[in-house]
């Protein structure tokens, strides 16, 4: 049978995406749908960043059957679990029929579908809401999920009617199995800082109001009244992590999975913690983690707010043995990380996104710093474009196609495993030996093989504003055991950081991650080839840092002997160069991140420079005297690969590029645009 999956709607969402991380970690199989009216598929891109994996993604709303429905064809669903709903309480008394078409008509469509397709397991969101003011009733306070309903506005009224139709259809089909989930009031972010609550324009929730207070973005706090029946005069709220609450969709999840067979269910339970906080207490716990007592007003009161909505959670504590076990504490610490990395969420000024070519879900993302300008695509992690002024300086394709082609010659591209050249088809290591896939005449593999990591589609990327003024960009991919014939699952992060002084820095960190090895050997590299503005190089001027390169026999491969240039000062002319020059022949360092970047070579034309600096022992200079293709002429740019020295793997230094689980491969490229 195929493989099962788990439909998330709203899995862009804050809630959907932090339980989507929890699914995939949990071994189950996601796809999300969701029309992005309330977020960003960056939330989308950063979970598959975390989990390590692609998730299938459809921007379709709800009510769309057809659509729908072709999601339920397409995969092969088990289950739903039921985020998508506009949720602004404020919101809902203005546009009341916006909400109750998409929240309820939408739900309607979705149940149509599922009863359509025999999928009959649902997890539904519900509120607290649907309580309205237990403090209207005595003891009511913690609320057991048969205190009745009263729910006070639009919003709430959606999903007490939700909750009616989804009793409804289990009445007349016993078949269904459906959690009715009632959150109190979800807080905090991912502790991975990647991913968290983005509201779009005022928030109306306290803990978001107070982050953008925080940053900057807003003055101060407003605290809507201290006149309440509490230890401060504040309202009572069930604060709860919302890494706990989507651990509560597994819990309830297998619940409904592990029913007797042919059992249906309909059953509500409380998503909560049991514990009352008030709003000063919140407010404590935030300006702690913040590091500094945070701007406030008392106000008057809210119209529609409660003294006191605390959950009673033992229906769930028992029957679904799910706890909520993060503090408030907790929920703050994360959130603040969250928003010190994301100041203004998942939106970055300088950052924009296109589709890139027919594979599903691959993007070209562009940083432009004030004309500097970098592209670089999910496919290969690959360098597209990098301009200044408007004058392009690497060569690059308009269009996907031409990096898929095997007569690209790694324009931009980031190589792996291994870059430069292996030979006697392949290496030994610990008196195993691994065959790597031939690639290049006399039993060579040049940068890892025909389906290097330039030929893989990258995940990510995150996205981030650092402290400098820098954006970066982190891409990861998983390359599994066997692949062109390198042993291990290797986990690799090749990180790009653009910053107004004009410089692309590159940040490469590998690990051998799973069980399927427990070594590889690896030389990682990026290959631009730069232009500074003529047809061909040979006018550029040329300044190495170091006279002394790796004599080749007529294989490419080094005798073990090495050379030195007469002059490091010359112009390119017509000399054709693809060498490994040495900048540190005793390095043995894997990582080699903790050395000072050191400049390798300038490189100049008559209106614009390269500096290309790294921490690596050797770079390779080539003056592309093999780029026949498209547009591009042979030395329409040249390389400067920096990376390990080539063939290390089968010498006397191969240390360097021998990976062994635990421990990190690591290496740092620059270039200094003028
Ligand atoms: P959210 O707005 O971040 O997520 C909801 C997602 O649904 C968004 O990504 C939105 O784009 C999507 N969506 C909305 N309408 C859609 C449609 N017609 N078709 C496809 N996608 C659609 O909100 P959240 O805080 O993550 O809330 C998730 C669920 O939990 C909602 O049902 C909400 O009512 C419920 N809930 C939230 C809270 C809370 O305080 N955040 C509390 C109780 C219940
Ligand atoms: C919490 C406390 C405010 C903002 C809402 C929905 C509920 C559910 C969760 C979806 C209250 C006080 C707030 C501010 C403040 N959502 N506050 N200043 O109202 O408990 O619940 O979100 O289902 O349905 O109603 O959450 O975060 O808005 O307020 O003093 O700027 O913080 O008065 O006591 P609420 P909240």
Redesign the pocket.
């Known amino acids: 049978m195929s493989e099962q999956y788990i439909l998330v709607t709203g899995g862009a969402g804050y809630i959907g995406s932090h339980t989507v991380i929890e699914l995939i970690q949990n071994g189950y199989k996601v796809v999300i749908v969701d029309n992005l009216i309330n977020s960003s598929f960056d939330a989308v891109s950063r979970i598959e960043f975390i989990v390590g994996e692609k998730v299938p993604f459809f921007n379709v709303d709800l009510k769309d059957e057809k659509s729908l429905t072709k999601v339920f064809e397409t995969y092969s669903i088990k289950s739903v679990i039921h985020f998508a709903a506009l949720?602004a309480?404020g919101e809902s008394t203005k546009i009341p029929l916006d909400y109750y078409d998409n929240n309820v008509n939408g739900t309607i469509t979705l149940l149509k579908v599922m009863n359509n397709v025999n999928v009959k397991t649902i997890v539904f969101s519900s509120?607290?809401?649907v309580y309205g003011d237990a403090t209207r009733f005595e003891n009511m306070i913690p609320i057991p999920e048969h205190c009745p309903n009263d729910p006070t506005n639009p919003?709430?009224k959606t999903k007490y009617v939700i909750e009616q139709i989804i009793h409804d259809l289990y009445n007349s089909d016993p078949e269904w199995r459906a959690a009715i989930l009632r959150?109190f009031?979800p807080i905090g972010a991912h502790p991975s800082g990647l991913i968290g609550e983005d509201p779009l324009g005022i928030p109306?929730?306290?803990?978001p109001?107070l982050a953008q207070v925080a940053i900057g973005r807003r003055e101060k706090?407003?605290?809507?009244?201290n006149d309440y029946n509490s230890h401060d005069g504040?309202?009572i709220?069930d604060y709860i992590h919302v890494v706990d609450l989507a651990k509560g969709h597994i819990a309830s999840l297998s619940y409904l999975n592990n029913l007797e067979s042919n059992k249906g269910l309909f059953r509500e339970w409380n998503l909560g913690t049991g514990k009352g906080s008030t709003?000063f207490d919140v407010y404590h716990a935030f300006s702690k983690a913040v590091g500094r007592d945070l701007p406030y007003e008392v106000v008057g009161r809210?119209a529609g707010?409660v003294l006191d909505?605390t959950a009673n959670p033992t229906r769930a504590n028992t029957e679904l043995e799910w706890f909520a076990e993060k503090s408030i504490e907790d929920a703050c610490k994360d959130l603040w990380r969250w928003t010190t990395k994301n100041p203004f969420g998942f939106q970055l000024d300088n950052y924009k996104w296109t589709i890139f070519g027919e594979i599903e879900g691959n993007r070209l993302h562009t940083v432009d710093l004030d004309g500097f300008k970098v592209s670089i695509t999910n496919y290969g992690a690959t360098i597209q474009n990098i301009e200044l002024n408007g004058d392009k300086l690497v060569l690059g394709f308009d269009n996907l196609e031409s990096y898929q082609s095997s007569s690209n010659p790694f324009f931009g591209a980031t190589v792996g495993r291994y870059a430069n050249r292996i030979g006697n088809g392949g290496f030994t290591i610990d008196g195993k030996s691994f065959k790597t896939e031939i690639n290049e005449s006399e039993n060579k593999t040049l940068h890892g093989g025909s389906q290097g990591f330039d030929k893989k589609q990258w995940l990510g990327p995150i996205v981030l504003k650092e402290d400098d003024n820098s954006v970066s960009l982190s891409f990861k991919y998983i390359d599994p055991n066997g692949s062109n014939g390198f042993p291990s699952d290797l986990e690799t992060i090749v990180k790009y950081i653009v910053s107004p002084k004009n410089t692309l820095t590159i940040d490469f960190e590998s690990q051998i991650v799973g069980n399927n090895g427990d070594v590889t050997a690896l030389n990682l590299t990026n290959h631009s080839y730069f232009t500074l503005g003529d047809d061909v190089i040979d006018e550029y001027q040329v300044e190495l840092s170091t006279p002394k390169y790796l004599a080749l026999d007529s294989n490419q491969l080094p005798t073990g002997e090495t050379k030195k240039l007469d002059s490091t000062s010359f112009k390119f002319g017509s000399q054709q160069f693809d060498d490994d020059f040495i900048i540190n022949e005793a390095n043995e360092l894997l990582d080699t991140r903790s050395q000072d970047l050191k400049t390798l070579v300038n490189i100049s034309s008559s209106s614009h420079s390269i500096k290309v600096s790294s921490t690596e022992p050797a770079f390779q200079l080539y003056t592309g005297d093999g780029i026949f293709v498209g547009e591009f002429k042979s030395r329409a740019g040249f390389a400067v690969e920096p990376s390990r020295p080539v063939n290390a793997i089968n010498s006397s230094n191969a240390k360097q590029v021998i990976l062994r689980k635990g421990e990190t491969y690591g290496s740092k490229i620059q270039y200094e645009f003028a």
């Open positions: 949720k309480v509120s607290a809401t919003y709430g959150y009031n109306n929730n306290l803990l109001y706090l407003s605290i809507f009244g504040t309202p709220r709003v809210r707010d909505l």
